[in-house]
């Protein structure tokens, strides 16, 4: 074509399918304008320039990718980086898609990222810190790429975690913060910026993730920043936080633990609490323990309490070298662990509430402590005035104007007038202000440091918050002039800091003081200070020459401008010593005081301080609106004993009159020979008056603020009291000043009378008024209201007042337990605080008692306050009367440790008292209050001052009293021996000879003691209590270090006493391990039965306690279970060696020897060996029931012998009830061995017969009808029948035999009933006539006159005796005759010993011999008749004759069976379950009813009525009064014994009648039989499968033998039964097996069927072998033995007791007892009469009058209490009067005057009497 002209056309599609076409002359075209990254069809035609086109040719192309333009990153986080671009031009935006690489620069890790439609992206996921570079390219169509645009960039750094302040002081804080996330690899560091105020002040680097900031402003807000910053300072964002720096008070409560009390105060109960520091005397080891360590010391007023240091782990280590001498030099002086003890004090200030800043300022005082007058709070710039803080602190002291009358000044120091020395610094002074203060203050021989200063041990640290503080002490004059520093008292005042800060203190002192007295530095820049706008004191210019800035020329200066005289400046010269400096000092403060200078009150300086805008501690509105209650009941008080008489009626004469009527009503002293009860009646109705008087006072306005104020706000309640107890105090203190004046003048000018001294005697005793008297008022208040009915308005308006009361005790204040003037307890207000204390401590009120017994005036009361930090109510001019109890609490943490909530204090009124000693009662008064006390407490403090030793023996005479009380009513309370006022440190070396000299007279008191207290078995003191004369000795040194007013408390006091404390406190743990701990209630129940006990003169046995009675009651409960279970296993190994001995001979049991004796001899080694099993059994229980914690074991500890001899006393009677049960069965077993040889040999024979007939019959072999076999065996039987010899047993002469038996048990008695015995022909005519005793004759006129007076009763007595005897000997004959078994002589000897037993038993009735032998004439009679006939019954049943005629026809049938070879297994099963398993059954089930009767009453809904002999008489009594029938009552009283046997078993009857309960016992012991035979088939199956034995008769007799060996000790199998079932025997063992089971099955459900239809109980009871009623008798009868004078049984636990009591008491009317002269009924009550004058006569005391009082020389076993109080009898009273005209005529008396009280007796009345008599709740 190269000559044909042409062109060419090049054509293509774009992508919206529009066609381009070019013309171009060249091979070759550039197309321009197209998209880039499309896909383009070419196409290319030659073309000629006729137009004519060739075919084309075509390509397809893709233009290239374009790469994104103007890549730029958006932003950056910590994981994330945002990017954006530009997308290239003419990309359409299918075409948007791209693909994003980025690659980390630290770790080189790549990864990618696709996205479309968008030209920007946040890629996340990144990792913090790090540098990345992105690329990103265009993805095409097709896939590929273009070319990539990449920009670089770094993700944000992590910031540090959250921000937390490790710690915060006033110029430092600590921070800590997390580090950054996910910056593992790369190098950081963090910055710390601070601000405040929006300035930034400081930027730290560290590479720590903590740091501290040091010096900050103290209260300062700062902002704090953390940020993470790299290496190219890169910074991540900041975190921050914002923390205040503490205040230097802020600061310092941290680190002493304080910070949060600032706002929650310490309270004074919460300082007081008992935990584990107060048993440890560890060295303190850390900040936060030293404010503890000065309040524990402080309250113990310990001199030490100030030394504050902390004992270093490290101590500092002794320098070896000059180099580390020089270390130590340049070393920080003031470790972190050193705190000045002012700032403690400031502190401790300032976290306390006002009560107990007011206790720590008494401590202080008596420490001479100088105490805070002004406490500055550093933090609000500002100081309070602690006026209510020294309310408290009262001083006696002697002017020397008193010196020469001897006279004193006693008053409260806020309310008196003082001249005020005080003492400032102007600048950094080289003289120290406060070691001169102490050196004024002191004499060289008794110097003190009141005030801390420099050289003390911290003194030197720098003041960190008590800069500011104004410090108040006193000096006193002891009227010494050659002691005495001043001779008047003097205040002087010290403020801490320069003065030039504290402006307001210093203007504060100027308007109050006599003098200030400024120790200056430098005057010359601020000596304007010195002269405020009011200055009323004096100044003093104190400066040293010897100082750097002293200038005599400026000093003259500014004393011309102050006007100061030479007087008024003191200056220190070079050539002046400390002590003519000091000396110097003195004489200007005496100048002062001799100018007649001018005196303020503490009390009047609130006026000065609220003018200056100083608050005072009282301002508070609790504060007062408290003293204006307690104000507007004392400013009434003018004359003290009129204000008592016309506010405080109540505890006046009527309640002293009341408290001696209650006495008397206890002793009886005054009833003469009158009639008791009356008499008793009488002083009843004088108390009811005597209440109605007082519920006729209407409260008093006295009374009504009082309550009103005691009923506010916990805060406002204490204040109150404070207040109130002030006023009093003070008042008392003006009323006394003024009587002890006037009784030194009387004295003085007219000794010789007598009248007006008493007068005036009584005057000061009268003039005491406390907060403890409007106490007792509010409880007399409520006992004259509880007096009045329940509905009456007056009671239920006092009915708050118990939970008031409670409420002061547990807010710590004491309540009164003995009212000291009155000499009682008001018995029900006391219980109904307590009561009301339970309930508000929501029962968590578990007690340990403390209490204190001494001379008066010991220290006693100061012994407590100082071990407890407590304050006792003690009447200002009289020491303690009565007793006080105080609760403190004890720390939750040392609850466990302690074992119990509170302790209780008791305070007691001093023994010995002089203000008591002229009474003739005074040592009965010390005796009570000492046995109350040491009764009601754990630990019981002898206080012996050694002063008073003299008197030591008769304090110890009154102890050993109460401790011997305690001892013999089961309490046994420690004893601490204080010996005060020794103060050498080898006196309990050397006191080794003294204490063993205490013991002496201890031991030789004790036996005084107890043979006043008629106990001569305590021997030695420790007979009666735990004493270790090692141990329990303490000795104590004087209480004052030198002279008081001045005399510090002596260190050796405080710390001689905390040792004391601590290990009391150990005592305490040792007494809580031994006995349970008393709750609050329990602690009642010993006030109550301790006070009553001590009213009357014989303490011991007087004493009941519910606690007591209650600890007794559970001894006898388990006591009781432990006698049931080892007689119930004895009676039940008993039955199975009777079931033995009973199959002897029948059934072979394997070890069983052939001969019976041998086997008589094992069952009784058994026996012995299960009796000493269970008698070791039961004394093992009770020696671990006594070392039990709970249920007051240790109360009951005096019985424990009685029960050990009741254990011994149990197995000697089960033994010999066991001995004569073997030995009878063993006796008939041996006698029935012949009689069952010939039996046994009858039925070989007629076997061998039988098979012989059976034999002779099969010969024949002809077809024999039954009539032919029946004939055919008639005829042999009768011949064989014919040959036999049929001899039985021998009948025996059992009258004959008896009356051998009763002759040899009367052999010792004299010939007289010998010679009876000799007239008695025949036994068995004797006891046909009821038994009658006979009247016995008396020679002398006398005894035959009161005979005839009282023979009606004697008889009586000895009747129903002898009634009693021979109707148990009745029931013991009928029992026996009732086994069906043959007579043994042992029957007869166990009625005689039955018979010896209840007679030695009521020996008391002095019965003759001859009335001996009659009974048991009488009785044997009635045994001989009936065993004579149960012998002759026994002897017909057991006829060999008849015994084998009985199973003739059984015979019969099985020789027919055996002729037509018939099957027998189903007849014989029916046979042997028939005649030997039926009545085995029965009679097992029979013999196990008994027990499980017992069984069943003992754990059923009433069981509690036999868990003791308590319940017992309880219940019956109770179900008596219910029914209220007189002859009831008659039979309880005069048949006792009868009574109750007839009151069980009809109980007993009574639960068995219904819902089948008796049926159900039946049938278990019915299963549980029926298993066992069951049982018995299965073992004989397996042994017969077992065996290779041939089917013949010979194998199925050894199987059922088997089964009945198996059965063996459970069943007696009948033995003819048996012998009758294996004769002709010819079955398959194992279908007879099969057939046994299904028989045995069916005698079950007939058995059953039976038990249901026998609907008689009572036959059923009857008919056992085993009596259940009388197995509960046993349990509850007890004893037997009754009152001698009202017959009311004896209810003591056991068998064997020592002496016999009960609860209740009746009249004596009751038992028959009348006046010999008007022969009315007695209705005396033994419980009174033996603590009264009267006296009684019967046969022991020879009819002549013996007194009540002595009852125990006649009958030495019965402890009757005397206990006279109207509950104890209201139930017989209620009964002799409900039925006295019955009564009378019964006993053929007259009806007994009643006292007219008893008619108002009401049934429930009575019922109560009953409950509280028998401690039921």
């Known amino acids: 074509m190269d000559a044909v002209p042409h062109s060419f056309i090049v054509s293509h599609c774009s992508p919206d399918n529009q066609k381009r076409k070019t013309r171009t002359d060249d091979t070759h075209s550039v197309i321009s304008n197209l998209q880039p990254g499309s896909v383009y069809t070419f196409t290319v035609s030659t073309a000629l320039d006729n137009g004519q086109l060739s075919a084309p040719v075509s390509t397809t192309t893709c233009t290239n990718l374009a790469p994104p333009e103007e890549i730029k990153i958006n932003s950056t986080g910590v994981d994330r980086v945002s990017l954006s671009w530009r997308c290239p031009d003419g990309m359409t935006r299918p075409q948007k898609r791209f693909k994003i690489t980025y690659i980390n620069s630290v770790d080189r890790t790549k990864a990618s990222v696709k996205i479309k439609d968008t030209d920007c992206a946040v890629i996340d996921k990144l990792r913090p810190g790090r540098q990345y570079t992105f690329s990103v390219a265009t993805v095409g169509s097709n896939g590929k790429l273009s070319k990539a645009a990449s920009i670089s960039a770094y993700t944000e750094l992590s910031p540090p975690g959250k921000i937390k302040t490790e710690n915060i002081t006033s110029k430092s804080v600590t921070l800590s913060w997390a580090k950054p996330a996910d910056m593992e690899g790369i190098p950081f560091k963090f910055k710390v910026t601070y601000a405040t105020s929006g300035e930034e002040l400081q930027v730290i680097n560290t590479e720590s993730s903590t740091a501290t900031i040091f010096n900050l402003e103290k209260g300062t807000g700062y902002t704090f920043s953390v940020s993470t910053v790299l290496e190219n300072n890169h910074q991540s964002q ?141 933090d609000k710039q500002q100081c309070t005035l602690m006026l209510w803080a020294m309310r408290d602190i009262v001083k006696k002291f002697r002017p020397h104007s008193l010196a020469d009358t001897r006279g004193f000044v006693e008053d409260n120091i806020v309310l008196t007038d003082l001249p005020i020395m005080s003492f400032v610094r102007l600048g950094n002074c080289s003289l120290s202000k406060s070691q001169i203060l102490n050196n004024i203050f002191s004499n060289p021989q008794q110097y003190h440091d009141t005030f801390v200063h420099h050289d003390m041990e911290c003194g030197d640290c720098p003041r960190r918050i008590s800069d500011g503080l104004v410090e108040i002490s006193w000096y006193f004059p002891g009227g010494n002039r050659n002691i005495d520093i001043f001779t008047e008292p003097v205040a002087l005042a010290n403020l801490r800091g320069d003065i030039s800060s504290f402006e307001t203190q210093y203007s504060f002192l100027c308007q109050t003081s006599t003098a200030v007295f400024i120790f200056f530095y430098d005057l010359e820049h601020s000596y304007k200070l010195l002269t405020p706008q009011q200055m009323k004191a004096e100044l003093f210019l104190v400066g040293n020459s010897q100082c750097k800035t002293f200038s005599a020329e400026s000093l003259k200066k500014i004393a011309s401008e102050l006007k100061l005289k030479p007087s008024n400046i003191i200056i220190k010269r070079k050539q002046m010593n400390d002590a003519e400096f000091v000396k110097k000092l003195r004489s200007t403060v005496n100048d002062v005081l001799q100018r007649s200078p001018s005196k303020v009150k503490v009390e009047s300086m609130s006026e000065v301080a609220h003018e200056l805008g100083i608050p005072v501690d009282e301002d508070c509105p609790e504060c007062q609106e408290a003293k204006q209650k307690a104000d507007a009941i004392t400013s009434n008080i003018s004359d003290i004993p009129k204000y008592k008489n016309r506010q405080l009626p109540l505890q006046g004469k009527v309640w002293k009159e009341l408290a001696k009527l209650e006495k008397e009503e206890c002793r009886l002293k005054k009833a003469g020979y009158q009639n008791i009860e009356e008499y008793k009646c009488e002083l009843r109705n004088k108390k009811q008056q005597l209440r109605k008087q007082q519920a006729n006072y209407d409260m008093t306005e006295a009374m009504t603020c009082f309550i009103a104020g005691i009923s506010s706000s916990i805060t406002e309640r204490t204040y109150f009291l404070k207040w109130m107890r002030n006023n009093l105090d003070a008042l008392s203190r003006k009323n006394l000043s003024g009587l002890r004046e006037k009784y030194r003048e009387v004295c003085q000018n007219s000794s010789e009378n007598k009248d007006l001294i008493a007068d005036l005697d009584k005057q000061i005793s009268n003039s005491s008024l406390g907060v403890e008297h409007f106490l007792r008022e509010m409880g007399q208040l409520y006992e004259a209201a509880s007096s009045l009915p329940s509905n009456d308005p007056y009671q239920q308006q006092m009915q708050h007042l118990p939970t008031l009361c409670a409420k002061l005790l547990l807010d710590g204040f004491p309540l009164e337990l003995v009212d000291g003037d009155a000499s009682n307890i008001p018995i029900k207000w006391v219980s109904d605080v307590l009561t009301a204390l339970h309930h508000e401590v929501q029962s968590n009120s578990r007690l340990l008692v403390v209490t204190v017994l001494g001379v008066q005036s010991t220290g006693k009361s100061t012994l407590l306050n100082t071990m407890f930090g407590v304050q006792f109510a003690v009447s200002s001019g009289r020491c303690t009367r009565g007793a006080f109890m105080l609760l403190i609490k004890v720390k939750d943490n040392f609850k466990k440790k302690l074992k119990c909530d509170f302790v209780m204090v008791i305070d007691t009124e001093g023994l010995k008292s002089p203000e008591l000693a002229q009474l003739a009662d005074s040592y009965e008064h010390d005796n009570e209050l000492a046995t109350l006390v040491v009764g009601l407490s754990d630990i019981t403090i002898i206080n012996i001052a050694m002063e008073n030793s003299t008197e030591m023996k008769d304090i110890l005479q009154i102890v050993v009293h109460a401790f011997l009380r305690m001892k013999e009513v089961g309490k046994k309370p420690k004893c601490q021996f204080v010996h005060q006022n020794v103060a050498d440190v080898s006196a309990h070396d050397k006191n080794m000879r003294d204490r063993k000299l205490l013991l002496e007279q201890l031991n030789e008191m004790t036996q005084a003691a107890a043979r006043m207290e008629k106990k001569g078995s305590n021997r030695k003191f420790t007979d009666v209590m735990e004493y270790n004369p090692e141990r329990d000795n303490w000795y104590i040194p004087g209480l004052w270090h030198g002279n008081p007013p001045m005399a510090p408390v002596n260190a050796g006091y405080s710390e001689s006493v905390s040792e004391f404390k601590r290990n009391m406190i150990e005592v305490f743990k040792e007494c809580k391990n031994k006995a349970h701990t008393n709750q609050i209630t329990e602690f009642l129940e010993w006030t109550r039965s301790l006070w009553k006990a001590v009213k009357y003169e014989n303490f011991i046995f007087s004493f009941r306690n519910s606690l007591v009675a209650d600890a007794y009651s559970k001894l006898c409960t388990e006591f009781n279970k432990w006698e049931w279970s080892f007689r119930k296993h004895m009676y039940t190994w008993g039955s199975n060696a009777e079931t033995k001995i009973s199959n002897f001979g029948t059934i072979s049991l394997q070890s069983q020897p052939s001969n019976i004796d041998d086997f008589m001899d094992i069952l009784k080694c058994d026996a012995a060996i299960l009796l000493k099993k269970g008698e070791k059994e039961i004394l093992d229980n009770l020696a671990e029931y006594y070392e039990r914690q709970e249920g007051h074991v240790y109360l009951v500890e005096k019985y424990r012998e009685d029960f050990v001899n009741s254990a011994k006393s149990l197995c000697r009677e089960i033994e010999s009830s066991l001995k004569n049960t073997l030995e009878a069965a063993f006796e008939i077993q041996k006698g029935m061995k012949k009689l069952d040889d010939i039996k046994k040999n009858h039925a070989a024979v007629m076997e061998q017969k039988v098979l012989e007939l059976l034999e002779r019959c099969r010969k024949i072999k002809a077809d024999f009808s039954e009539e032919v076999l029946d004939k055919e065996f008639q005829n042999m039987w009768i011949k064989t029948v014919d040959e036999l010899s049929f001899k039985g047993l021998q009948r025996r002469d059992v009258p004959q035999d008896a009356f051998i038996q009763l002759r040899f048990n009367l052999v010792r008695q004299g010939g007289s009933v010998l010679e009876m015995l000799n007239e008695v022909k025949h036994l068995d005519q004797c006891g046909r006539e009821p038994f009658v005793v006979k009247d016995t004759k008396h020679k002398n006129f006398f005894k035959k006159l009161y005979h005839t007076l009282f023979k009606e009763e004697q008889t009586m007595k000895t009747q129903q005796m002898s009634d009693s005897i021979t109707e148990q000997c009745r029931q013991f004959i009928l029992d026996k005759v009732r086994t069906g078994i043959d007579y043994h002589n042992t029957y007869i000897r166990e009625l005689l010993n039955m018979i010896d037993e209840r007679l030695e038993s009521n020996k008391e009735l002095e019965t003759s011999d001859r009335f001996e032998a009659c009974l048991k004439l009488h009785i044997c009679g009635i045994a001989a008749r009936a065993f004579q006939q149960m012998h002759d019954r026994f002897i017909k049943v057991n006829d060999p004759r008849l015994c084998l005629e009985q199973y003739k026809e059984q015979y019969c049938a099985d020789f027919k069976d055996l002729f037509h070879e018939r099957d027998q297994c189903q007849k014989k099963a029916e046979e042997f379950t028939q005649l030997c398993l039926r009545p085995a059954v029965r009679a097992y089930v029979t013999k196990c009813l008994g027990p499980d009767i017992v069984d069943e009453m003992l754990t059923g809904k009433s069981s509690v009525d036999y868990s003791t002999r308590s319940f017992f008489q309880f219940s019956i009594l109770k179900q008596l009064l219910s029914e209220e029938k007189f002859e009831n009552y008659v039979k309880y009283i005069q048949s006792y014994e009868d009574f109750v046997k007839k009151w069980i078993f009809g109980k007993i009857t009574e639960h068995f009648s219904t819902e089948n309960q008796i049926v159900e016992l039946e049938e278990k012991q019915l299963k549980q039989i029926i298993q066992k035979i069951k049982g018995a088939i299965a073992d004989a199956q397996k042994r017969q499968s077992e065996g290779s034995h041939c089917k013949d008769s010979r194998n199925i007799k050894e199987f059922i033998q088997d089964i009945c060996s198996n059965l063996a000790e459970k069943l007696v199998i009948p033995r003819d039964g048996l012998e009758a079932v294996m004769m002709l025997n010819n079955a398959n063992t194992e279908d007879f097996s099969q057939c046994l089971k299904h028989v045995v099955g069916e005698m079950e459900q007939g058995i059953s069927a039976e038990f249901h239809k026998e609907s008689d109980i009572e036959k059923k009871l009857h008919n056992l072998p085993f009596k259940p009623e009388n197995e509960l008798f046993k349990r509850v009868f007890g004893c037997g033995k009754q009152c001698p004078f009202c017959k009311a049984p004896c209810e003591a636990g056991g068998k064997d007791h020592k002496d016999h009591w009960t609860s209740v008491h009746r009249p004596q009317g009751l038992g028959g007892y009348r006046s010999v002269t008007t022969y009315k009924l007695a209705c005396e009550i033994c419980s009174s009469d033996v603590y009264s004058e009267r006296k009684f006569k019967n046969s022991l005391t020879d009819w002549k009058l013996h007194p009540y009082k002595d009852y125990r020389t006649l009958y030495p076993d019965w402890n009757i209490p005397p206990d006279t109080s109207i509950q104890t009898t209201d139930y017989w009273k209620y009964v002799f009067r409900s039925f006295n005209q019955k009564f009378a005529k019964t006993y053929n008396a007259k009806p007994a005057d009643m006292p007219p009280d008893w008619c108002e007796i009401t049934k429930g009345q009575a019922m109560n009497s009953l409950k509280e008599s028998f401690n039921m709740k």
């Open 238 to 378: 900041a975190v921050s936080i914002s923390v205040k720096t503490k205040t230097c008070l802020e600061d310092l409560l941290h680190d002493l633990g304080l910070e949060h009390q600032l706002k929650n105060k310490l309270t004074l109960s919460t300082v007081l609490q008992i935990d584990d520091t107060s048993i440890t005397d560890e060295p303190t080891d850390s900040l936060k323990s030293l404010p503890w360590c000065f309040l524990k010391k402080l309250i113990m007023a310990n001199v030490t309490a100030r030394n504050t240091k902390c004992a270093t782990s490290n101590p500092d280590e002794t320098p070896q070298d000059i180099d580390s001498v020089l270390a130590h030099l340049s070393a920080d002086l003031y470790s972190s662990d050193v705190i000045n003890p002012l700032d403690i004090i400031t502190a401790l200030f300032l976290c306390s509430d006002s009560f107990l800043q007011q206790e720590m300022v008494l401590k202080m005082s008596m420490c001479q402590f100088s105490v805070p007058l002004l406490l500055p709070n550093c």
